[in-house]
């Protein structure tokens, strides 16, 4: 059965530094997503992506976020320099159409020291 | 804008009773509504979803939902826990004008007692 795929499954790093979390939604679907979970909170909404570009975003997405399709498979995440407080669990989504069922990854777990 | 509680966060059942996890929406448009599961270190997995067809709605691993619009709600139940169950489980509500992003509950951890 397809499904997403996210990595790294952990990553640490240094407050101020960029990371970026890779995604591959599964293959014939249109509509992407980012949520994060802090721990011991809910999971939150971060971003929507269809057709090349942002379709929506919370007040989380700030300019230090960006998402980016590079290749027709993946879709990557990217904070420029990091917080602590942008320390989460990080999952991605893919649907096939914007009423169709999310499909989540396994999460990648960010740790900003 | 939308919102989910899950009332108990955490609930403990005995292996073979009832499994009840409680949620609770607001939306002022017909809503779309989820329950996912969380296994330890996987992804969130759907078990069922109500999209304005049939109020109960069976899902996989013999969980199913009612929603009842008069009471906000979609409670999710399975008639005998199985130590399998044991997981975290997350109601969400999206609906089509909000470009259908989900917004999640605050999750409820289910323990199953042999």
């Known amino acids: 059965e397809p499904e997403v795929t996210q990595t790294p499954s952990h990553q640490v790093t240094q407050m101020g530094q960029e990371v970026i979390l890779r995604c591959v939604p599964i293959?014939?679907?249109?509509?992407f997503y980012w949520y994060r979970q802090i721990l011991g909170q809910k999971v939150e909404f971060l971003v929507s992506?269809?057709?090349?570009?942002?379709?929506?975003k919370s007040e989380i997405f700030d300019d230090q976020f960006s998402v980016e399709r590079p290749d027709g498979s993946n879709f990557t995440l990217k904070i420029r320099s990091t917080k602590l407080e942008d320390s989460a669990m990080y999952f991605c989504?893919?649907?096939?159409?914007?009423?169709?069922?999310?499909?989540f990854g396994p999460g990648t777990r960010l740790l900003v020291l | 804008a939308q919102s989910v509680t899950q009332l108990g966060s955490h609930v403990s059942v005995s292996e073979g009773a009832l499994v009840l996890l409680r949620c609770n929406y607001s939306?002022?448009?017909?809503?779309?509504l989820f329950w996912y599961v969380q296994y330890p270190n996987q992804g969130l997995q759907l078990l069922l979803k109500?999209?304005?067809?049939?109020?109960l709605v069976k899902g996989i691993n013999g969980f199913e939902a009612e929603f009842k619009k008069s009471e906000t709600s979609f409670h999710l139940t399975k008639p005998s826990a199985h130590m399998s169950d044991a997981a975290e489980y997350f109601c969400?509500?999206?609906?089509?004008?909000?470009?259908?992003?989900?917004?999640f509950g605050g999750g409820t951890r289910v323990l199953v007692k042999p």
């Open positions: 989504a893919s649907g096939q159409d914007s009423q169709e069922t999310q499909y």
């Open positions: 293959s014939n679907h249109l509509y």
């Open positions: 992506f269809y057709n090349n570009e942002i379709s929506e």
């Open positions: 939306s002022s448009v017909p809503p779309y």
């Open positions: 109500y999209t304005s067809a049939a109020t």
């Open positions: 969400a509500v999206s609906v089509r004008a909000a470009g259908n992003k989900l917004t």
